[in-house]
């Protein structure tokens, strides 16, 4: 199966003073391109809205096959600070992280996503906006985001 993906890259260009008035001129132009990937269906793991219970509904998503290794895990975001809804997240399901890796973590049966912090005995996470989460364990390891 493929599916059209279509995708825009932007140029800066300097434009002389002369044409800075022209209706057709300006700073930066479009170039656009439509190319076709392979996709392949995945089911989800579950969508996640931040400090709640992961969400099951048994939906599927579709990405390109190489995104997402036969271990991983896709999520789809429901609200998460400094995610956009629908971005979908391959994880690597493990329980434990280093310094610094962006994770998914549980405290209960509520759901995070977070920087961990692992130094000098702490175990905290680091959420978007400067919270810090203490009681939470490592449920995987966020290893792509993808938007469409």
Same mark, same amino acid.
């Given at each position: 199966? =493929?599916?059209?993906?279509? /995708? ?6 300097? &434009? ?7 209706? =057709? ?45 036969? /271990? ?10 400094? /995610? ?6 391959? &994880? @690597? ?7 610094? @890796? ?17 130094? =000098?005995?702490?175990?905290?996470? =680091? ?6 989460? @203490?009681?939470? @364990? ?11």
């Amino acid at each position: 199966m =493929h599916t059209l993906v279509f /995708y825009a890259t932007w140029e800066q260009k300097k &434009v002389p003073k002369i044409a800075q008035h022209s209706l =057709h001129s300006g700073l930066t132009r479009m170039r656009s391109e439509l190319r076709f990937f392979p996709v392949k269906e995945f089911e989800l793991a579950g969508e996640i809205e931040h400090g709640v219970a992961l969400f099951v509904a048994g939906q599927t998503a579709s990405l390109p096959p190489e995104l997402v290794e036969d /271990y991983e895990l896709v999520y789809r975001v429901r609200s998460v600070p400094g /995610y956009r809804k629908g971005d979908l997240l391959i &994880v @690597e399901p493990r329980n434990h992280a280093s310094t610094g @890796e962006l994770v998914i973590a549980m405290r209960g049966p509520r759901v995070f996503i977070g920087r961990w912090w692992a130094k =000098h005995g702490l175990r905290q996470l =680091h959420v978007e906006g400067g919270d810090i989460l @203490e009681g939470c @364990e490592v449920a995987g390891a966020v290893n792509q985001v993808a938007r469409f």
